[in-house]
């Protein structure tokens, strides 16, 4: 069989359309490069730090930056760059696992909420409004009162606070996928409700989950902060940005650097958390990647 390579070709048959490759927005761009920089110098932190949290001799109190101490001294002599690595260490393990509790509570609730009975709907939906009107700060001073201070207090409160957040989001997305026609498909091939939340509805609903997961990662650190500034944080010589600024606030005039840092660091890790979910939102979203 010969082909004519002298025939007319068909203008009007149609082109191939080709997608355009999916390009890594700037906002998800920099929220990893943020991210990857607090989470570098918290792994650096467990196994190097200039000098140990408890090192009071090591210089002058109050000191400004030098060569010995980068970031400078506290009122009691610590370097300040140790305590920022290590808390930079802290935030993260605090963000990370307030969203894990936050996650699977909320995700749990949430699916329940709009996958069974309506009584069951209006009782779990009433318990979250409760939890949403509760004051993360008076259910941190009520876990603490009953575990003491610690960063596991810390994680439970916050990630209970944020679980009300998670289940809302989820009830609305689960109760939204099961009008789907696909969803009735399945249940006519006989997929049961266990499947149809593991096999369609989950993986549906991940995308708003992770990016809701990611807004709230930074919520943490915020909460975190503000926990260890009144006191309800980890206790030392475990080293928390809020708790170096509190320490710091009558020392602001002699040794600024003391709040600077850790007020920079926070802005920074939060930046980057709330970055990294619209950068996630516009990945994942089809009316925001400009797909053609």
Known sequence: MSVDLTAPVDTDAPATVRRR???????????????GLVA????????????ALDDTGSGERLGGPSAAHWAGTDRLGRDLFSQIMVGAGNALVVAAASMLVAGVLGMLIGVLAGATRKWVDVT?????????????????????TVRGASLSSAIWAIG??????????????????????????????????????TRHVIPNIAPTLLVQLMLLGGSAVLAEASLSY?????????????????????????????????????????????????GIRERTDPSLRGDR
Do not use: C, K
Request: charge should be positive; proline fraction near 7%.
């Open 21 to 35: 490759p999916r390009r890594w927005s700037p906002s998800l761009i920099a929220g990893l490069v943020l991210v």
């Open 40 to 51: 570098v110098v918290g792994l650096v932190s467990l196994v190097w730090t200039p000098y």
């Open 124 to 144: 779990l939906l009433s318990a979250v409004d409760l939890l949403i009107a509760f004051p993360t700060l008076l259910l941190a001073m009520l876990i603490v």
């Open 160 to 197: 209970i606070a944020g679980s009300a957040v998670i289940a809302r989001v989820t009830r609305v997305n689960v109760a939204r996928v099961l009008r789907e026609d696909y969803i009735t498909a399945a249940h006519a091939a006989g997929t049961g409700w266990w499947g149809t939340i």
């Open 230 to 278: 009144l006191g309800l944080g980890a206790p030392p010589p475990n080293a928390s940005w809020g708790r170096l600024l509190h320490e710091a606030q009558s020392t602001m005039t002699v040794q600024p650097w003391g709040a600077i840092l850790p007020g920079l660091a926070i802005v920074i890790t939060v930046l980057g958390l709330n970055l990294l979910g619209d």
